[in-house]
């Protein structure tokens, strides 16, 4: 019998490694969730603009002492749409929630708050984006909690909605409340 050539042990060596990386992933302890490399430090810069009749997001809003709910929003965004009543639900509750726009226009941003209702006791505006990249945030809605010195506690990929709001954000957000005595 004579030996299979070299060549045709490499389809099974790289099989073989794929189908390791897929058997750890499935074993990750949050398969769903993408790490954030701010988890654990202090947030990143702001944008010094402001979406038009609203307060403007400063740094030092984010250590008054209290847990802040930063969420990044779009106008155009279907599923920041989906996500914005929890979002007013959560300020009528009592939750400190400021907003970062990005990728949009002044007057869209500006005019989706009027008729919606704005949620924010503060507000940044990033039409380039650049801002969102310092944070990580690929595209909206994703929502970070912060704790009352300004450090990162937790990154939530997604709207606010549903199950995945109840099961995995609420939780965090409580998790953060208790951690930080607020």
């Known amino acids: 019998m004579t030996k299979p050539p070299l060549l045709m042990l490499i389809p099974v060596v790289i099989f073989a490694g794929f189908a390791g990386l897929f058997l750890a992933g499935m074993f990750r302890e949050a398969p769903g969730e993408v790490p954030s490399t701010m988890i654990g430090h202090v947030a990143p810069a702001l944008t010094e603009e402001v979406v038009p009749d609203t307060d403007l ?92 010195d300004g450090i990162v506690l937790f990154r939530f990929i997604g709207p606010l909605v549903g199950d995945d709001f109840e099961q995995r954000f609420m939780p965090m957000l409580e998790d953060a409340l208790v951690q930080t005595g607020s």
């Not at 650049?130 to 009352?148: N, S």
Request: glycine share 8%.
């Open 57 to 148: 997001l400063v740094m030092d809003d984010f250590t008054t002492g209290e847990v802040t709910i930063l969420n990044f929003w779009a106008s155009w965004c279907p599923p920041c749409r989906a996500e914005h009543p929890t979002l007013l639900r959560l300020n009528q509750e009592g939750y400190r929630i400021a907003g970062l726009n990005f990728r949009d226009t002044a007057d869209q941003a500006a005019a989706y708050l009027k008729e919606y209702g704005n949620p924010f006791f503060a507000t940044g505006f990033d039409h380039r984006g650049r801002v969102a990249l310092d944070w990580g945030v690929a595209a909206p809605p994703e929502t970070f909690i912060i704790g009352p």
